[in-house]
């Protein structure tokens, strides 16, 4: 899960990287199936719509930045709401006769309590932290954009799914995976196996083994045997045709005779 207020083209197809080649962005987006990412909740309201709007008009006209299709971020919002209840707080600490020098006070003032901004109701909590909304967005496997799937309510503490959205499990899941893995982090909730099987089939490797070896050495005493069964093999100390063929000569009658006769 990721936790991110990126831009549109950001949000929409974080996996596509212009200038890697296809099969590298087609590898990103399988991966991307089973990322979840969170971000600031963008209201429908007419409120923020005009809001988003002048804040478009503003940066064109006194900065000569277009946002064209891009949406407003989020932290300006927010931080227009951050200043409208700071106004709040100080007035009230002014109205009760209090400086404005006087921060603790309008801390106070600050915390543990409700109005109305551009997002719609902001509730700070006792610990001056702000409940917002956020949007979980899920990527379509059909046209590889990330969308709006559901969206926690801070001030209900809640999740609630988007009209005619689901979540996309990666691997083809029909559910998401437990919090927790099967066994444990550590492996602790499986019983440990008692070694049986390690143990089995190490021995059978080594028997295999055994029988292999063993027919091996078979077959070489086996051939060796037959080699020296054969009647036919002349031993090498019986050859004496050296001295033979220095007395004759072909053609010679005389050199057969003289050695028949020796």
């Known amino acids: 899960m990721l936790v991110c207020s990126a831009t549109k083209v950001e949000s ?45 008009e ?7 930045f277009d946002y064209k299709q891009e949406e407003v971020n989020t932290f300006v919002t927010a931080f227009h709401e951050a200043v409208l209840l700071y106004s709040l707080a100080l007035n009230e600490t002014l109205a009760e006769g209090y400086t404005v020098s006087n921060g603790s006070i309008i801390i106070q003032k600050m915390w543990n309590r409700t109005f109305d901004g551009i997002t719609g109701k902001v509730t700070i ?40 959205k689901s979540f996309h499990w990666a691997g083809g899941r029909k559910h998401p995976p ?29 028997v295999v083994c055994l029988i292999l070896g063993s027919a091996a050495i078979y077959r070489h005493y086996r051939r060796e045997a037959q080699l020296a069964s054969m009647t036919w093999k002349i031993k090498w100390e019986e050859i004496a045709l050296s001295t033979v063929s220095k007395k004759m000569r072909p053609g010679s009658k005389l050199s057969l005779t003289r050695v028949s006769l020796t």
Do not use: H, M
């Not at 200038?19 to 962005?25: R, Y």
């Not at 956020?134 to 590889?144: A, F, K, M, Q, R």
């Not at 893995?181 to 089939?201: L, R």
């Open 12 to 56: 929409e197809k974080p996996w596509l990287k212009e200038g890697d080649s296809e099969e590298t962005n087609k590898k990103a987006r399988l991966a991307y199936e089973a990322l979840l990412t969170v971000t600031a909740r963008i209201p429908e309201t007419d409120e923020y719509k005009n809001f988003s709007r002048e804040v478009k």
């Open 178 to 206: 437990p919090d927790t893995p099967k066994c444990g982090y550590d492996k602790s909730k499986c019983p440990k196996k008692n070694g049986v099987s390690e143990i089995t089939v190490v021995l059978s490797v080594i």
């Open 125 to 164: 909590d006792e610990n001056g932290d702000r409940d917002a909304d956020y949007s979980i967005l899920d990527l379509n496997p059909n046209t590889g954009v990330f969308e709006v799937v559901a969206n926690y309510i801070g001030t209900e503490k809640q999740v609630v799914d988007e009209p005619g």
């Open 58 to 64: 503003i940066a064109k006209k006194e900065f000569d």
